[in-house]
């Protein structure tokens, strides 16, 4: 079974789907006129500056822009930055980081175009709920509503995978390595506050991550900065093998550019979602809100996953000689960071476990809202109850047929999104770099 779920994940994510995905990149990029590089000061006084400003919260009916960018971030931060890193160097080799940081940078583009076409499709149901995502935008912009009901049901698969078995399988894999909890013990735990938080709904979901993102990404950033400052001889070299893998047409460590473009692809889209068109979803229950302020806001979220963390987290690995030819996912990053001793080996493990449920709780908005989109909403409320148990299953599984399973619901769920982005792309409208 393991050889199929990796055999089709190899052919989802050959060539063809890489290619895609950079030409879709490249071509926002060309359009907006390289805004990611020449409006780095708009993005600027856009996110991270308005959270200094006193705003009127009163006047918010749906969920807060930071509250969408924690929500978001800590799927990114999680199993994407912190395992996902480490699978992608397993799988890729250390030239697997290199593809990873040069797609996200055509990635923060293709990240604000779904984004900003997310606000601009999202409706109003029957109940006064806010619809929107992908699905919205293809149904109510390209008129093709079988299209946008193949995209929610991959996006409920993939909300599964990725949202939910890889992430619960990353907390019982690092919490059994560092703190040897047994897996059935720690899938109990989860499920159990999975099902408790998802009954609170998308508010309290929100202020969770609002509350653990910040404070755990800062204690990350401070066990991160205390390994490279104990191997610092290490980081040039580090950095050369990086470059070197990338380009190695015969790697003599069996990895070459191939495997190491097609895991930093693949793994990047994991982390930043840019592409997938889920992180929509999350962003368009925002209220009052224009499509080209969340655009930023999901450019942010790429550009401190991929190309600030993802680099922290691969030099992590890289520096301490890590052996990541042999170990794999939690496994390979509770190694690294336990070179600091106890404090990087629980510390890692404990920050794994917590932004992992994080982003279990936040995909459950993901496969909630696909899924009535789908059934409609009484029907899939019993999806509330099934979600909890995938989560168990993710805590006692093999780790590396779920991420192959991730990577192939990833890919299904991109092929209608980046179709529906390609023949969309004259109605998004990009923000002047004036007034910065």
């Known amino acids: 079974m393991n050889s199929l779920i990796n055999a089709i994940s190899s052919v989802i994510w050959g060539v063809p789907m890489l290619t895609f995905f950079l030409f879709v990149g490249i071509y ?76 996200s940078f055509f990635s923060m583009m293709t990240a604000y175009s779904e984004n900003y076409l997310g606000i601009h499709y999202k409706r109003r149901n029957r109940y006064g709920e806010t619809v929107g995502g992908a699905f919205s935008y293809i149904e109510n912009g390209l008129k093709m509503k079988g299209l946008a009901k193949c995209y929610a049901l991959f996006c409920v698969l993939s909300a599964c995978g990725m949202g939910n078995l890889t992430q619960s399988n990353s907390i019982s894999e690092s919490l059994n390595y560092s703190l040897k909890i047994p897996p059935v013990i720690i899938g109990i735990i989860t499920a159990t506050g999975c099902f408790l938080i998802l009954r609170g709904g998308i508010k309290r979901i929100t ?67 840019a592409g997938l068109g889920s992180s929509t979803i999350m962003h368009s229950q925002v209220e009052n809100c224009s499509g080209e302020n969340q655009g930023m806001w999901a450019m942010l979220e790429v550009f401190i996953d991929t190309v600030v963390l993802c680099t922290v987290t691969a030099l992590v690995i890289l520096v301490t000689n890590s052996n990541y030819q042999t170990l794999f996912g939690a496994d390979l990053s509770v190694t690294a960071y336990g070179t600091i001793g106890t404090i990087g080996k629980a510390g890692i493990s404990v920050l794994t476990a917590i932004f992992a449920f994080t982003s279990l709780a936040g995909c459950s908005v993901y496969a909630q809202k696909s899924a009535d989109y789908l ?53 998004i409208v990009f923000p002047s770099k004036k007034g910065m």
């Open 28 to 103: 926002f990029t060309f359009k907006s006129r390289f805004f990611q590089f020449l409006g780095a000061r708009k993005i600027f006084n856009t996110t991270i500056k308005t959270l200094f400003k006193k705003t009127d919260k009163s006047s918010e009916k749906g969920i807060s822009q930071f509250g969408a960018f924690c929500s978001v971030l800590a799927a990114c931060i999680g199993t994407g930055n912190i395992v996902g890193v480490a699978t992608a160097i397993y799988s890729g080799g250390p030239g697997s980081v290199f593809w990873m940081f040069f797609s």
């Open 207 to 273: 202020d969770f991550g609002k509350l653990a993102v910040p404070f755990m990404s800062l204690i990350y950033i401070i066990l991160s900065a205390l390994v490279l400052y104990k191997f610092k001889s290490n980081i040039l070299p580090a950095c050369t093998i990086i470059l070197k893998e990338a380009f190695s047409i015969n790697s003599l460590k069996g990895y070459g550019i191939y495997k190491a473009a097609r895991y930093g692809f693949s793994r990047g889209v994991f982390y930043n979602e």
């Open 375 to 427: 059934f409609g909403k009484k029907r899939a409320a019993v999806f509330r109850y099934i979600y909890p148990l995938l989560s168990f299953a993710g805590c006692v599984s093999a780790p590396k047929a779920l991420w192959a399973f991730a990577d192939i619901c990833n890919g299904l769920m991109a092929v209608p999104n980046l179709f529906a982005l390609n023949s969309l792309k004259k109605e």
